[in-house]
């Protein structure tokens, strides 16, 4: 089948294409991707060449209604990552956020609803996966012996979780308004390699080989689910191959653990790979102000997609993030071009004095 992918220049999505086009011969894929500051066109640098004909790059916004539907009209299934996808940048201005989430996804929903149903009834064979995430569900306290079940109510406490709650909820209006063979996924944290260093895990990995300081917002027991990207593709491509129309499926790594913990592991890799003492390295932790509205923890029940699709995470927490301080170490110039330019702004305005 052909796929559209949007948002395939960013962590999870250039993972997930490389993933597709590994594993089924027989797919095409679109890529549809507005190079934001996330977007990086040399997260798929070796792909046209690895699978000659079997890839197209389509540089555009998802809220232009017009390409989307020409893009949708030659597809079978669209798998929708775009995103504005940070949350302290959701803090500082929640504007995009709105407009690529929520409305970028209703563009492209009703793009997919146009066309798939312009032979006459919507054809079910199509598929419209919408990549949502568990924050929709918002913060569960520390000691909830209970994990997000899907039937759980939608809670967003920041303007990202807010915008992408937005979207999930019209993915699952158009299925349940216009039949739309829509199917939403709310994974945890992804971490693993090409993931944009404004996030915690290669945030902390590159200011340690740097010997800058890592800043833990807060206490540092913020609690998250940990989940590799490459755990998170295989569910995704379940969910777009089996998943049934109108339903949600949670997808977590089964690896709860708080910043800190996270923090000292990536220290004790690196130190590993590079010879420097750890104790040097912890030295550098520094307990800055918290986040603004901090989700305590997040904690994901999936049992629904391993019972119904076969599911189970393949990468332990200690593995995953052994292979991605190495990547990270391998692929310094990777790292060193995508945080030159606008991001050295952020950081600035993000970090200093903070
Ligand atoms: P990312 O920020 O790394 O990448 C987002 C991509 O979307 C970029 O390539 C960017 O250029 C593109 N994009 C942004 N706005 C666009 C627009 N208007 N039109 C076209 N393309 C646009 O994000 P990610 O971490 O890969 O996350 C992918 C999806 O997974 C998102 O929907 C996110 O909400 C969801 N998710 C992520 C995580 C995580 O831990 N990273 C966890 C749960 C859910
Ligand atoms: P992040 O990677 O931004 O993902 P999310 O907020 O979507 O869960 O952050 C993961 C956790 O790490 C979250 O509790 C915030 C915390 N954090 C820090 O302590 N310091 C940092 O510099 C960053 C970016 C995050």
């Known amino acids: 089948m052909r796929i559209l992918v949007t948002g395939g220049c960013g962590f999870i999505g250039s993972n997930f294409i490389r993933h597709v086009l590994g ?92 066309s798939w149903t312009s032979g006459g009834g919507q054809d079910q064979e199509r598929r419209f996966v919408h990549v949502s995430t568990d924050e929709v569900y918002g913060p569960l306290a520390l000691d909830d012996p209970r994990g997000f079940a899907e039937d759980w109510p939608l809670n967003p406490q920041s303007p990202y979780s807010a915008s992408k709650a937005g979207g999930d909820h019209l993915a699952r209006a158009y299925h349940h308004t216009h039949g739309l063979p829509v199917v939403v996924t709310r994974c945890s944290n992804n971490y693993g390699l090409y993931q944009f260093p404004e996030k915690l895990v290669p945030l902390m990995i590159i200011n340690a080989l740097n010997g800058r300081e890592l800043p833990v917002y807060g206490d540092g027991l913020y609690v998250r689910d940990w989940l590799y990207v490459l755990d998170h593709c295989r569910a995704t491509d379940l969910v777009l191959r089996g998943g049934r129309p109108g339903e949600v499926y949670n997808v977590g790594g089964g690896s709860e653990q708080a910043n800190l913990t996270v923090v000292q592991e990536i220290i004790r890799l690196v130190a590993e790979c590079t010879g ?24 994901i029940n999936a049992g629904k997609i391993m019972s119904e699709l076969g599911y189970r995470p393949q990468m332990d927490f200690a593995r995953g993030m052994a292979q991605t301080v190495e990547w990270y170490l391998d692929n310094r110039a990777w790292c060193e071009r995508v945080t030159s330019g606008a991001y050295r702004g952020y950081y600035q305005r993000m970090y200093q004095g903070r």
């Open 276 to 299: 420097r003492p750890a104790e040097q390295m912890r030295g550098l932790i520094k307990h800055v102000k918290d986040r603004p509205g901090h989700d305590r923890r997040y904690a």
């Open 23 to 114: 594993g089924h011969p027989g797919d095409e894929v679109v890529n549809l991707d507005a190079l934001t500051y996330a977007g990086n066109l040399e997260n798929l640098a070796d792909v046209e060449a690895d699978y000659p004909g079997r890839y197209r790059f389509v540089r555009g916004d998802i809220c232009d209604a017009d390409l989307a539907r020409r893009l949708i009209d030659d597809s079978q299934a669209v798998v929708h990552f775009a995103a504005e996808s940070h949350v302290d940048r959701s803090i500082e201005d929640a504007s995009t956020f709105v407009r690529t989430n929520v409305l970028g996804t209703q563009v492209l929903l009703g793009a997919a609803h146009r």
